[in-house]
């Protein structure tokens, strides 16, 4: 039996609104798992049912076998990290790390030995005896972290703690908090509307829109066999390229290139056969000039990018605009015209009416 279990989750507002739909997720133990979704999908809805900050209107939630709808947030083994930080700005970082372990009523001394030993892992041992508003973001989102950690609780609920950091901070705080997680063998899900944070801490992630669950997956699969457009084209940065077009005799045409997917779909060639199709592919797969085993389109460039280990190229295909990622020795000139391939097994196909993949 999984160790959390949500069956059949649903919210609904008293004004009527259906924030969440059918969520069903089984999560094992030590499990690191990410909601991940633009605004108001209904991740931190999720995430509140599971802290009981939220009811569940419907549906199960069970921790470890046990139903745990009518438990409160205390009695559920959990701690939740928020993106405000929600420090006391009158407490010294020791005191914002010990207020929970005094209220439990446990001896300072060992109090004092769990601070200093959480402030060590989180490097906050020469910050004790400062304020909140006298370290940075950073170091206060590690505060935040360290009083969740040091409850020695099962579950860790992570409400997007690093929205407030700059681009440098998070990328540190990742790591800081994988490593947190791998310490201390926690359950942990995290919610998140950045990919790049869902694809370098997950063990799996739940990409989800409009209240549903899109798909359920590891970093790998989710990037390689997304089910739908709207996974595709969330996982991965650039996203994915997408094209519509109408299938006919196997091949499609787009500006002035006849693509030859008959290979690609195989015997489900005849059943799209005058329909449209959504073309996908991602700006990393190609290969600048013609290849083996590729299809080849030509274009012309609009816009390049220098990004240091790789350059984006903004294309035109006779008016579909694309995305390429290129080696940055091999950028080509703004204006120009150019061919590029992309092999046959990076090539995305989905269905133009459900947007599911074919």
Not at 317 to 327: A, P, R, Y
Request: hydrophobic share 40%; proline share 4%.
């Amino acid at each position: 039996m999984a160790y959390l279990s949500l069956k059949d989750i649903n919210k609904i507002y008293p004004n009527g609104f259906h924030a969440v739909h059918d969520f069903n997720l089984e999560i094992e133990k030590g499990e690191f798992i990410v909601f991940v979704g633009p605004s108001g999908c209904g991740k931190s809805t999720t995430l509140r049912m599971i802290a009981g900050l939220e009811d569940i209107s419907k549906g199960d939630f069970l921790i470890d076998g046990v139903r745990a709808n009518e438990k409160g947030p205390r009695d559920r083994g959990i701690a939740m990290v928020f993106q405000s930080y929600a420090l006391y700005p009158q407490m010294t970082v020791y005191d914002n790390l010990a207020f929970g372990l005094t209220l439990q009523g446990i001896d300072e001394d060992i109090i004092e030995k769990k601070v200093k030993n959480v402030a060590g892992i989180l490097g906050l041992t020469d910050y004790l005896d400062r304020l909140p508003k006298a370290i940075s973001g950073g170091q206060r989102q590690r505060v935040a972290v360290g009083r969740a950690i040091i409850r020695k609780v099962g579950i860790f609920l992570m409400d997007e703690p690093l929205s407030n950091l700059d681009a440098k901070q998070r990328v540190t705080m990742r790591s800081e908090i994988t490593d947190i997680h791998n310490k201390t063998g926690a359950t942990t899900i995290y919610v998140t509307h950045d990919q790049t944070e869902a694809m370098t801490m997950a063990d799996r992630i739940v990409v989800m829109k409009e209240g549903y669950i899109q798909q359920v997956g590891t970093p790998y699969d989710l990037y390689f066999n997304p089910v739908n457009v709207f996974v595709a084209g969330f996982i991965g940065e650039p996203p994915m390229n997408f094209v519509r077009a109408t299938l006919k005799k196997g091949k499609i045409t787009i500006g002035k290139n006849t693509l030859d997917l008959s290979e690609k779909l195989g015997d489900k060639a005849s059943k799209y056969e005058g329909k449209e199709i959504v073309f996908g592919f991602r700006p990393e797969a190609i290969v600048l000039g013609k290849a083996e085993n590729s299809l080849s389109i030509k274009a012309s460039v609009e816009l390049t990018e220098l990004l240091g280990d790789n350059t984006n190229v903004y294309v035109d295909i006779q008016g579909e605009k694309s995305i390429l990622k290129v080696n940055p020795h091999d950028t080509p000139e703004m204006d120009s015209d150019i061919e590029f391939s992309i092999p046959f097994e990076s090539v995305y196909l989905f269905d133009g009416e459900t947007e599911k993949r074919i």
